[in-house]
Nanobody, 115 residues
Framework: QVQLVESGGGLAQPGGSLRLSCAASGFTFRFVTMRWYRQAPGKERELVASITSGGGITNYAASVKGRFTISRDNTKNTVYLQMNSLKPEDTAVYYC????????WGRGTQVTVSS
């Protein structure tokens, strides 16, 4: 059974940092490109960042480039999203995504950026 479990969300002040984690199980993690998406209230879900199976190639949405960093640890079956210089517009539910045959989603973790 595939599971993606996000953690690390919470409340941060503008300019602050958070680190999200997504623990994966039920598939061969090291072979799968992983992605982080987010969905703000009233908006469509958008791709934030992606990382290839070996971690060699990463891509970012223009809105987060230079502030967010995606990484993975294939020994721990975990993907991370380091978020720095947070802005109020980063407020959203953040979801982990894996295309391991079917597309799998985690349940999400809430990130709120507010003073």
């Amino acid at each position: 059974q595939v599971q993606l479990v996000e953690s690390g969300g919470g409340l941060a002040q503008p300019g602050g940092s958070l680190r999200l984690s997504c623990a994966a199980s039920g598939f061969t993690f090291r072979f799968v490109t992983m992605r982080w998406y987010r969905q703000a209230p009233g908006k469509e879900r958008e791709l934030v960042a992606s990382i290839t199976s070996g971690g060699g190639i990463t891509n970012y949405a223009a809105s987060v480039k230079g502030r967010f960093t995606i990484s993975r640890d294939n020994t721990k079956n975990t993907v991370y999203l380091q978020m720095n210089s947070l802005k109020p517009e980063d407020t959203a539910v953040y979801y982990c995504n894996a295309m391991a045959g079917p597309v799998y989603w985690g349940r999400g973790t809430q990130v709120t950026v507010s003073s």
